[in-house]
């Protein structure tokens, strides 16, 4: 395995695909292969170090989610618990004008009738600039119609960012405070939340070009191999008027999350109970149409349900997802396996080749030998 995943890292920055990354692999709780590899920041000539500090774009989603649940697990929040219960503000309306109870469980499930992509361009979904709170920035998606209603289909979005007001509302403190109380801190991830522990270890972002990723501006805009752009604001994490982006906003370290990823293959010890890990790392959404072959969604990322259709060589019941910025993790819970892939590069090491290539080295597959 080791062999295979650094001519994976080798060969993608020999390509010039990415800038730097961290690569960290554990298997039944055991450290397995752990590397560091390229530039941190290209322009200075600083190496990527192990405890670099990466923005997590979506990664910030599962830990958040576990947040939340573990506010359930204590009886504080509840899965069927109407969101403007909490949050007497965020009540939007159907195209047809009727106002529908939107669930803490359609939050984390991405079956709210929410969306990504809002007709008002003062609206943050996470990762672009904005001077608003919570309130300032859901009230305008609140006004606007739902895509559909909640339950009755999924469609990746803002929900996770919502679930993040609903917490520092439940808790009366801070996203960061909440995450920290109730994740981050029981596992020791110090280099883990909406604050910069040490800027000196932050890595530079890049995205995506020809012949090579080009250092973000702020903004910058990546346009993504399927047309789309993502809009991306390196400098919102300095900005302490920006509201603690539940579904983009953390930043951290590859170390810190393998730590998060080992927690919830170990049924959530100690942050969650079993059952709540167990329901969490489960498909939730039924039959849902997804646009991922082969994949479902639980709470805390997809959940992998039919290993050929997806192209995967993980077992059924693996749940991954990744961040925009250029991340991807795993959790294989029946071979015991942990995957934490954490790059400087957008979208190479989310949606490219990359992460692809590593997860098949990690598993001895030759890339050609896995379908779709």
């Not at 397995?32 to 290209?42: I, P, Q, S």
């Not at 939007?92 to 008002?120: E, K, V």
């Not at 501006?217 to 399927?226: F, K, L, W």
């Not at 998060?260 to 969650?272: K, M, N, S, V, Y």
Request: hydrophobic share 45%; aromatic share 8%.
């Amino acid at each position: 395995m080791q062999n295979a995943i650094d001519r994976v890292i080798d060969n993608a920055l020999a390509a010039r695909r990415i800038v730097g990354t961290v690569v960290l692999v554990a298997r039944d709780g055991e450290t397995v292969y752990r590397r560091a590899a390229g530039l941190a920041d290209r322009e200075a000539g600083k190496v990527m170090e192990e405890n670099t500090i990466f923005r997590l774009a979506s990664v910030t989603k599962p830990i958040v989610a576990a947040t939340a649940l573990a506010l359930i697990d204590q009886g504080g929040l509840g899965l069927d618990d109407a969101v403007e219960t909490h949050l007497p503000y965020f009540t939007p309306r159907l195209a047809d004008g009727r106002r529908p109870a939107i669930t803490i469980r359609q939050l984390l499930t991405h079956t709210a009738g929410l969306a990504y992509a809002y007709s008002d361009p003062m609206i943050s979904t996470g990762l672009g600039s904005t001077d608003f709170d919570f309130e300032a920035n859901f009230t305008r998606v609140a006004a606007l119609p739902l895509s559909f209603e909640p339950g009755t289909a999924w469609q990746y979005s803002i929900a996770i960012d919502v679930l993040g007001a609903v917490i520092a509302a439940v808790e009366r403190v801070t996203l960061d405070e909440a995450a920290r109380r109730y994740v981050t801190g029981p596992l020791g991830m110090a280099d883990t939340g909406f604050l910069v522990t040490d800027p000196a270890r932050l890595a530079v972002p890049y995205g995506d070009a020809e012949p090579e990723p080009v250092r973000m501006g702020d903004p910058h805009v990546v346009v993504g191999t399927n047309g789309e752009s993502t809009l991306f604001s390196p400098g919102r994490i300095f900005n302490p008027r920006a509201f603690h982006s539940g579904g983009a906003g953390m930043v951290g370290s590859a170390g810190d999350i393998l730590a998060f990823l080992e927690a919830l293959r170990r049924e959530g010890d100690p942050i969650l109970s079993a059952g709540a890990t167990t329901m969490a790392m489960r498909n939730q959404i039924g039959a849902l149409p997804r646009d991922a072959p082969g994949m479902r969604f639980g709470y805390l990322g997809a959940v992998l349900d039919d290993p050929a259709a997806a192209g995967w060589p993980s077992a059924p019941g693996t749940v991954n997802w990744g961040g925009v910025y250029g991340h991807s993790w795993l959790i294989d819970p029946a071979n015991g396996l942990s995957v934490a892939i954490m790059t400087n590069t957008a979208l190479e090491g989310c949606t490219g080749q990359f992460p692809a290539d590593v997860r098949n080295a990690v598993y001895g597959v030759a890339p050609e030998a896995v379908g779709g």
